[in-house]
DNA sequence: ATTTTTAACTTGTATATACAAGTTGTGTAA
DNA sequence: TTACACAACTTGTATATACAAGTTAAAAAT
């Protein structure tokens, strides 16, 4: 049998999130039960069930035994507290990006936030800055850490309309699997609140984050200053 | 057989996350393999495999193909974007509590953040506000208000040294079973900046969760307040 | 001695099956 | 009509098994 290479608990995992998202299933409703999309896609139970656990992770659906599986109000405030799948980390779509510093390879911040092993150290760091918009007010500006073990030209692609994430995932078969991050609330500095168009010393949601990938040892850091007058952020649990 | 109530994943989960906790398993080691915890424990590998996830999920452990389950550093900040478990909200031990308003049958807001039913609009609403301190420095504030349906003497109650989702589950058999929450960078006005010890106008975290429970249609709702002066709120995902 | 192959581990995916337990509507008995 | 029992659903838990795929160290070949 030809091996397809992605698991079929993902395919039916990515099919019923595009479902959700694009309104085939509305929110209240209730998805087919586990034997009927048994039936449908031709599965057993577990492998069902293992799609169902991975849309209750990510908030698409919530279970209740007897029931069945209801389909959650998609978020809508922005949601950078958790991955939301193996896609992104951003919930809306129409986010726009503009690159305030194309990717280049520097040294380490002598102080960093997080503990380097010395392979991390050893390689440079490739470092960038984006301001993200939603209806083009600027909501968050972010600066990426990324070790330079391996990843060939990549100093030299483009990130316009292209997410980070996708770049890594499609160029480099590097995937995010999790991560652990900090919040704080800050007073906006100079820069900051230039950059964000708040006014000087208004508070700022200030995260920083560590993210694991499938390669061993290798992990993103981000730093992120975010402007929470208009928008939230959002996360479920 | 005589049955014992919790399933055994879930024993096996507590077991495991009380070991890591107080230091049998230290941090970057590795636990025993899937099968060697089979043949310990007398169960079959999805069921061991269903606790290794309740542990991932939560981020005491991390897995590897082709190696094993290694054991995440614990938490070094406090801990309320997540669950962390069947337990608390909340990483630190040493968490102290004030009462500020005992619970008390209030009427629901007139514009409150989160959509209400009827039923939880028709019974009341019972109120409470803590302050909680960290090394006997207030930390964060916060406004609990659950709908007043079938808890007899819940406002007679004390919830000094006891937490109030302990108090929920030990008496009203009400489990947390997930939730929502919306987080801001707020300014501190008099009454938050005095109870923080802040500065008035300082930046102040500001959390709104709806927390979902094994109860049908029963939520609690909590308003947070965080002085991430001195801490930060920390999460895994 | 060095390199390659193999074997023995590890976790990941998947099937097949069974029963427990919560929910809901229907049919029967009062 | 009303109350209750029951059947037919739903998800939850658990067993037993098989093979795929990543990792590592020992064995074998060079």
């Not at 992605?6 to 087919?32: A, D, T």
């Not at 440079?124 to 850490?145: A, K, Q, S």
């Amino acid at each position: 049998m030809g091996k397809n290479q992605i698991p079929q608990y993902k395919k039916l995992y990515e099919l019923l999130r595009k479902h959700i998202l694009s309104g085939v299933y509305e929110e209240g409703s209730f998805l087919p039960s586990e034997n009927e999309l048994c039936a449908v896609h031709n599965l057993t139970r577990p492998t069902v069930r293992h799609a169902l656990e991975a849309l209750v992770r990510d908030g698409f659906i919530s279970k209740r035994k007897g029931k069945g599986s209801m389909v959650r109000k998609p978020p809508q405030d922005i949601g950078i507290l958790s991955i939301a799948g193996t896609i992104s980390a951003i919930g809306k779509q129409y986010l726009q990006t503009q690159i305030l510093q194309k990717p280049k390879t520097i040294a380490w911040p002598t102080d960093f936030h997080f503990e380097l092993t010395d392979a991390e150290k050893d390689f440079g760091c490739i470092y960038m800055e984006r301001l993200r918009f939603v209806d083009e007010m600027p909501v968050f500006y972010d600066i990426n850490r990324i070790p330079n073990i391996n990843l060939p030209r990549f100093t030299s692609r483009t990130f316009e309309n292209k997410s980070l994430f996708d770049t890594l995932r499609s160029h480099y078969q590097i995937e995010i699997k999790g991560g652990e991050q900090k919040l704080k609330a800050i007073k906006a500095d100079k820069k900051i609140s230039q950059l964000l168009k708040i006014p000087k010393g208004g508070p700022v949601l200030f995260l920083e984050r560590k993210l694991s990938t499938n390669r061993e040892g290798f992990y993103i850091y981000s730093t992120i200053y975010f402007n929470s007058d208009k928008h939230a952020i959002f996360g479920v649990f």
